[in-house]
């Protein structure tokens, strides 16, 4: 909690220094719309332990669908703007199980894809040519709504199931950074600051199947980098649609 505390205090602080820095501008018009779009992600988890053993894990997941976003934003003036939203996110990652915590599902590498499905409230703030590139930061909080998990072994897939609001899982936090370039491609890192598995999971409960591992017994945090395109790109796209009407006009 504390650290979320000071992270909460770093970015009202940044908030509070570019409203300073952009409010000796020129005064302008307070600009409101919505945008949104889609995004790819590529996601992994760092700081992989079990029973707080550090292990390698380099496997990217790869999640082109469905991942979306809406936001609504308020520009005060070309260089600074503010977001909220929400979002619906396939999140997760995959891992090998080592060979001292695989179950007797077979021979051959044990390989475990786990994803949920989470309903998130972005918010942030926009440093910049909002007409054109400009970073981006902030925070949002998801809540998992849909829970998956996949066992492989070898080449083969051997068991899934799914679940609606699995208490496996919890609550997420997660800061971003992103880069809005200016023909509406956009590059984003997210990491997550709470354990993808619920901690208090206990050992009397459900095992991993594929393992001999309770889900506690797994602790890391999960990121991902992302392509998106288009999502704050609604009021150029206006801007646009304004001029050619104009230039039709003359």
């Known amino acids: 909690m504390v650290k979320l505390r000071l992270l909460s205090l770093s970015l009202l602080g940044a908030l509070l220094l570019s409203i300073t820095s952009y409010g000796q501008e020129e005064k302008r018009n307070t600009d409101f719309y919505f945008s949104g779009g889609m995004e790819i992600i590529f996601s992994g988890m760092t700081a992989n332990n079990i029973n707080n053993q550090e292990y390698g894990n380099d496997v990217i997941r790869f999640a082109p ?4 976003q809406t936001y609504f934003n308020m520009d005060f003036g070309k260089h600074f703007g503010l977001f909220a939203g929400v979002s619906i996110k396939n999140l997760g990652f995959i891992f090998d199980v080592p060979d001292a915590y695989k179950a007797d599902v077979g021979s051959g590498r044990v390989r475990k894809k786990m994803r949920t499905y989470n309903v998130g409230i972005p918010m942030g703030f926009k440093v910049g040519n909002l007409d054109g590139f400009f970073v981006y ?4 909080i ?16 051997k068991y899934k199931f799914s679940i609606w ?15 809005q370039f200016s023909k509406g491609l956009n590059m984003k890192f997210k990491y997550y600051l709470d354990p993808f598995f ?11 199947h594929g393992t001999t591992l309770s889900y506690n017994q797994i602790t890391g ?3 991902y980098f992302s392509l998106n395109c288009d999502i ?3 009021k150029r796209k206006i801007n646009r649609v304004k001029k050619a009407k104009v230039s039709v006009d003359f």
Do not use: A, C
């Open 65 to 68: 669908v469905f991942n979306g």
């Open 232 to 234: 704050f790109d609604t």
């Open 221 to 223: 945090n999960v990121f």
């Open 198 to 208: 619920n901690e208090s999971w206990g050992s009397d409960q459900e095992s991993i």
């Open 142 to 157: 998801e809540q998992p709504i849909h829970y998956k998990e996949k066992t492989f072994v070898g080449e083969s897939k």
């Open 165 to 179: 609001f699995s208490d496996r899982v919890t609550t997420q936090q997660s800061v971003m950074l992103g880069i």
């Open 137 to 140: 930061g902030g925070y949002e």
